[in-house]
């Protein structure tokens, strides 16, 4: 079965600073990994993915992760957070089914992110 | 605005009640996904269909079921509902069956709240 840890629920920072969030997954099989962001009041949007190319995975909004298989992490960086990303972002994890071809979505428990002035 | 829909936006209940949440995917996506946000479990994928059948489930109880029409839309029913049933349900859309390479986009959700 598979598995996202998202390791703080809550993050702080200054505008300006780096951002730093954390994954770590489990899965038996080879995982697709991605990053959703949510803002208040809205629904999910997509910020990159990992589907077992490059390990480096440049997103949207200046976001990027880097997928390590010897650590099993996911972890999402930005070097300058903005205002605008405060907001709860969720790291998942995609195994295919055995049967029927779809996708079972592992949800991680979320890191809200705080940016300060 | 991702292009899918959902309606209501709201939806007020009462315990023992059944319910029919509605999602329209985006022009050209098969395949419709549903997941359950609440407070305590998160957000939860509860299953998904690719043109009109069902291909992958999750934490889904047997008091709801969902099913895709001809139209490609799709309809989640949660009957006999309980207080713990209160969440932000959201549908998905993607092209493929695959959501591995295919991007899930997400509708803004509806509102439940049993009371």
């Known amino acids: 079965a598979q598995s996202v840890t998202q390791l703080d629920s809550h993050v702080s920072v200054s505008e300006g600073t780096p951002v730093l969030l954390r994954c770590n997954y489990s899965?038996?099989?080879?995982?697709?990994l991605f990053w959703y962001v949510q803002h208040p009041n809205k629904g999910l949007q997509l910020l990159l993915k990992?589907?077992?190319?490059?390990?480096l995975v440049k997103g949207i909004n200046g976001f990027e992760a880097e997928f390590k298989k010897s650590e099993t992490s996911f972890h999402l960086t930005k070097p300058s957070a903005h205002r605008r990303d405060a907001a709860e972002y969720f790291c998942?994890?995609?195994?295919?089914?055995?049967?029927?071809?779809?996708?079972?979505?592992?949800f991680g428990t979320g890191t809200q992110l705080k940016v300060e002035l | 605005d991702s292009g899918v829909t959902q309606t209501p936006k709201h939806l007020i209940t009462a315990t023992g009640q059944r319910v029919t949440l509605r999602c329209s995917p985006r022009?050209?996506?098969?395949?419709v996904y549903w997941y359950q946000q609440s407070l305590d479990q998160g957000l939860q994928f509860l299953i998904q269909?690719?043109?009109?059948?069902?291909?992958a489930k999750g934490n889904i109880l047997e008091r709801f079921s969902a099913q895709q029409f001809p139209d490609l839309h799709s309809e989640l029913n949660l009957s006999s509902l309980e207080l713990g049933d209160s969440a932000l349900y959201f549908c998905?859309?993607?092209?493929?069956?695959?959501?591995?390479?295919?991007?899930?986009?997400f509708g803004p959700g509806t509102r439940l709240t049993v009371l």
């Open positions: 899965s038996s099989y080879s995982p697709s």
């Open positions: 990992y589907t077992s190319a490059a390990t």
């Open positions: 998905a859309s993607s092209v493929g069956v695959d959501s591995s390479y295919n991007e899930q986009f």
């Open positions: 998942v994890v995609s195994v295919k089914e055995r049967t029927g071809g779809g996708n079972k979505l592992t």
């Open positions: 022009s050209g996506d098969l395949s």
């Open positions: 269909y690719y043109n009109g059948e069902e291909r």
